[in-house]
């Protein structure tokens, strides 16, 4: 497979550093999406601290959002349970197991993967998830 990442200006091309665009190319499998693949310390309680307050009611409307177009927003290898300090029945646990947040793009259609018009395809959806990437940088650094 190959791989690259279009990481947001200020950030290195690291598990920290936040994606506004990813594209994997392998035989059997094309991923292309956005986010942060995997908070760091530092990172993580940012987020449990946005995500409990009133940033995290925003995220919430950001997900849905992307989720009714299309998208997969969705944690990387998430923790089990909700984060010690926290309630297990908080209304967010959720996004609280979370490591990282990643938004999925719809399957690369077929054919268009060799084709100049694939750039103007991931431009579109990358404009479309870019609320996702503000939020992260915004919240997290």
Do not use: M, S
């Not at 909700?82 to 690369?108: M, N, S, T």
């Amino acid at each position: 497979h190959i791989a690259g990442v279009i990481r947001l200006a200020g950030h290195r091309a690291a598990e920290a550093g936040h994606a506004v665009l990813y594209l994997h190319l392998g035989l059997d499998e094309e991923y292309v999406g956005v986010g942060c693949y995997r908070f760091d310390e530092a990172k993580v309680a940012r987020w449990r601290r946005a995500v409990v307050g009133a940033p995290g009611r925003a995220l919430l409307g950001i997900i849905a959002g992307l989720r009714r177009k299309g998208y997969q927003p969705e944690g990387y290898e998430d923790y089990a349970r909700v984060p010690k300090g926290f309630a297990p029945d908080h209304p967010r646990a959720e996004l609280l197991k979370h490591r990282g947040l990643i938004c999925a793009f719809p399957a690369i259609p077929r054919g268009l993967l060799n084709k100049p018009a694939l750039a103007r395809w991931l431009i579109r959806h990358a404009t479309a998830t870019a609320p996702l990437v503000i939020w992260l940088r915004r919240h997290l650094g």
